[in-house]
């Protein structure tokens, strides 16, 4: 099972930001996939889940309305994108599966 992200993102405030974890070693549509990030004031925050079968989503209310996630099952790819980033929003953004699967995170730094 691998998961692999893209890469370090630099945004200004305000913007959005779109990132990618590629899933590949089991069957893509068989399992959700989280997204969590990690800030060094928050810590471990989890964002939502996608099913990748259908695109369903679950979003954490402190997300709901800033964040889609989206799966494309032809390449076994989801995307995380969020909006109206503000500093708070720089964090290490992992997609996983399960607890046991994470991608190797990437890096998203707002800042003017």
């Known amino acids: 099972v691998q998961l692999v992200q893209s890469g370090a993102e630099l945004r200004n405030p305000g913007t959005s930001v779109k990132v990618s974890c590629k899933a590949s070693?089991?069957?893509?549509?068989?399992?959700?996939i989280d997204w969590v990030r990690h800030t060094p004031g928050q810590g471990l925050e989890w964002m939502g889940r996608?099913?990748?079968?259908?695109?369903?989503?679950m979003y954490a209310q402190k997300f709901q309305g800033r964040v889609t996630f989206t799966s494309d099952t032809s390449t076994s790819t989801v995307y995380m994108e969020l909006r109206g980033l503000t500093s708070a929003d720089t964090a290490v953004y992992y997609c996983a599966k399960t607890v046991a699967y994470w991608g190797q995170g990437t890096q998203v730094t707002v800042s003017s």
């Open positions: 070693g089991y069957t893509f549509i068989n399992y959700y």
């Open positions: 996608i099913d990748p079968e259908d695109g369903g989503t």
